[in-house]
């Protein structure tokens, strides 16, 4: 048995030359174990102490911030109907140097984009860095394009105001500018309350994209909220397309307009001309985009004699049928003479209203301490800015009593000297149209009749309301204010522009009334700045559209009519309507 | 003890899988909330978009202009306008 021999050799063999000694065996295996202990050092150290690297390596590829956008608020009438609503929109950007578009492909998404692929081309050239092929597309059109998949080719999500109303009410919305942000009217000066905040949370997606978990909210997105104006849609258009048929009509420069709720102080329309359309105002001049009837002064002129005669009635010192004498149609103060256009014998201090006399008011004005008629100038809301939430409306001009000299006062008391806006002038009347209350005005819709502070006593108020309606028919300075079936009252104002300190021969035409005279619920006051077309008497000029835009929203409104509907008398053609300028 | 020791084994084994399964029905729930949530922008989107459409087909100036040119409307004069008071109703 060689082999058997052979085989069992080895076994019996002592030490095969090929084993390890055994401190070499040791020494290898310490090492290993050494390298052992490394990796577990390691491990351990990236387990718990050295741990962010790792994990935000890992969130990253698992767990992502996610932006939650939030909507800008709409802008509604008093009836809920939208002035400004936005919708999403897309834009479509690429970098130029990244985009790869083949002509083929370039001359497919001019096609959809309703461009040629020169223009796209040119936009592409006009900025290295970064280029919007398309800015505001519908969604639908942005998704055709995208479907092209051209190399390059990127959407964004956006937000898109839109103005339903445009040049009919686009100076009281404004409109917003960039990222959404309110730039104009009430988009600006109620930002605050409209504007969202978007939001973003960390959330989990899996492979395929999709959210599948929500590990954490960062920042809760805030919805914008809603704003109801006060402006009812029915009224605003008719005020426009009246306001807007008078300017061209009298061929003036700019007018405003303004409707008022005599109960609630709230602005129910305010319309000014010229205007533009705020859905497309890429070229429009900032001197249309002014909201006149708050952002302009002018000198009002004989729509102030009612605040100088309520002041005198209120002090005891004259009566309704107290008789002036108005010497003339001449009264010298010092060096300077005032003067009636169309002298009249002795007038009733209801008469000096009704024919608009400034000697009359003058009189009446001089017998009155100067601190009593700034008083009253001042608590009827002259020279405060009216405060209706509109960015920047102003004051006008009231001067400190103790400045005033007599001239002044006397000019002062039929309206000259000083200045005021139409929203302030209509506040005004609130007075005369309530018993005695100045109601604060807003452009912001409130529920219900607002209290007022007093100014002038209840009777006072009937009395001037009386006198303001006789101002309103034959025999006054505005007969053509008149509406069938209801009873208005209403001063007129005529002005000579004052610029840079001279008198031009450039009229302000002024109305302000106020309808039905048995209950006041609406005060209407319109202004037309320098009319050319030969009139710029008040009651001939702003007098029809006061009528005019009265009617229709008494008839809108549905008031109860105080009077028949033939009460309209006109005086016979040719009458020459007396007025002072 | 080592009776006690498998149940308690049984227990664990019993929360690990009811721990898998709730965790997968929460993710399921997400993922319907959050398509819920994209159903509601969309018709938050929508809604917008309609009422804009609304205002604009109802703008009084686009009303006035179909009334008077293509059904040839007009306001009534103040003669053939009669004032009816309903009965007992306070103004």
Not at chain 1, 267 to 273: D, G, P, Y
Not at chain 1, 310 to 325: N, Q
Not at chain 2, 59 to 75: F, S, T, W
Request: glycine share 10%.
């Amino acid at each position: 048995m060689n082999a058997a021999a052979q085989m069992r050799r080895p076994r019996v063999a002592p030490a095969p030359p090929d084993m390890l000694s055994r401190p070499r065996a040791l020494w290898l295996f310490g090492l290993l174990a050494l390298l052992f202990v490394v990796l577990l050092g390691r491990s351990l150290h990236l387990q718990w102490f050295d741990n962010d690297f790792l994990q935000g390596q890992g969130a990253a590829r698992s767990s992502r911030a996610m932006e939650i956008p939030a909507h800008r608020g709409r802008i509604v009438d008093r009836f809920g109907d939208a002035l400004a609503i936005s919708t999403p929109v897309k834009s479509l950007w690429a970098f130029p140097d990244q985009l790869g578009a083949t002509p083929a492909e370039m001359a497919a998404l001019a096609t959809i984009l309703d461009t040629t692929p020169q223009k796209l081309a040119a936009r592409l050239k006009a900025d290295e860095d970064f280029a919007f092929l398309a800015r505001g597309l519908a969604p639908e059109t942005a998704e055709r394009a995208m479907a092209l998949r051209i190399k390059g080719l990127n959407e964004q999500n956006e937000y898109r105001r839109y103005y339903p109303g445009g040049e009919v009410t686009a100076h009281i919305v404004g409109f917003t500018g960039d990222q959404d942000r309110g730039q104009e009217g009430m988009e600006l000066s109620q930002q605050a309350w409209l504007g969202g905040a978007p939001g973003s949370r960390r959330v989990v997606i899996n492979r395929r994209g999709d959210v599948v978990e929500d590990v954490a909210a960062i920042r809760a997105p805030r919805a914008g909220r809603d704003l109801a104006l006060s402006i009812d849609s029915r009224l605003q258009y008719l005020a426009f397309r009246e306001l807007k048929a008078a300017v061209e009509a009298q061929k003036a420069d700019a007018g405003g307009l303004v409707v008022l709720d005599a109960h609630s102080g709230e602005i129910l329309a305010l319309a000014n001309w010229p205007t533009y359309n705020p859905n497309s105002r890429n070229k429009v001049a900032r001197d249309k985009m002014r909201n006149r009837a708050l952002t302009d002064t002018f000198e009002p002129g004989s729509t102030m004699k009612p605040f100088t005669i309520a002041t005198a009635l209120e002090a005891g010192i004259v009566r309704p049928d107290t008789v002036i004498h108005t010497e003339a149609g001449a009264l010298t103060i010092g060096p300077n003479t005032i003067h009636d256009a169309h002298p009249a014998g002795p007038l009733t201090v209801e008469q000096v209203i009704q024919k608009s006399s400034n000697v009359g008011a003058a009189k009446i004005g001089l017998q009155l301490p100067p601190a009593t008629l700034w008083t009253m100038f001042s608590e009827a809301g002259f020279g405060t800015p009216p405060a209706t939430g509109f960015p920047g409306e102003v004051s006008g001009r009231l001067r400190a009593a103790k400045t005033w000299k007599p001239i002044e006062q006397a000019t002062m008391s039929y309206g000259h000297g000083l200045s005021v806006n139409l929203v302030q002038m209509a506040r005004a009347y609130t007075i005369f149209a309530t018993d005695g209350e100045l109601k604060p005005v807003t452009l912001l819709k409130t529920d219900g009749p607002v209290a007022g502070r007093p100014v002038i006593k209840p009777e006072t108020a009937r009395a001037v309301r009386h006198m303001l309606e006789l101002a309103a028919q034959p025999g006054g300075t505005a007969p053509k204010a008149q509406v069938p079936g209801y009873r208005v009252g209403g001063k007129t104002g005529t002005a000579r522009k004052n610029e840079g300190g001279q008198y031009t021969h450039a009229y302000v035409s002024s109305f302000v009334g106020l309808a039905p005279a048995s209950n006041p619920r609406l005060i209407v006051a319109v202004m037309l700045d320098n009319p050319k077309a030969g009139d710029y008497y008040g009651g001939t000029v702003a007098g029809p559209v006061f009528a005019a835009v009265m009617g229709g929203a008494l008839r809108l409104l549905a008031v109860p009519t105080d009077a028949p509907v033939d009460n309209v008398v006109l005086p016979p053609p040719g009458a020459d309507i007396k007025e002072e300028t | 003890m080592t009776r006690v020791s498998v149940i308690l084994l049984l227990v664990l084994i019993g929360c690990a899988l009811s721990l898998v399964t709730s965790r997968h029905h929460a993710r399921r729930l997400f993922v319907e909330l959050t398509r819920e949530q994209a159903q509601a922008r969309q018709y938050e989107t929508e809604y917008g978009q309609l009422s804009l459409e609304q205002s604009t087909w109802g703008m009084p100036a686009r009303v006035e202009k179909i009334a008077r040119e293509a059904l040839r409307m007009q306001p009534p004069g103040p003669g053939r306008v009669e004032v009816v008071e309903l009965p007992g109703a306070t103004r």
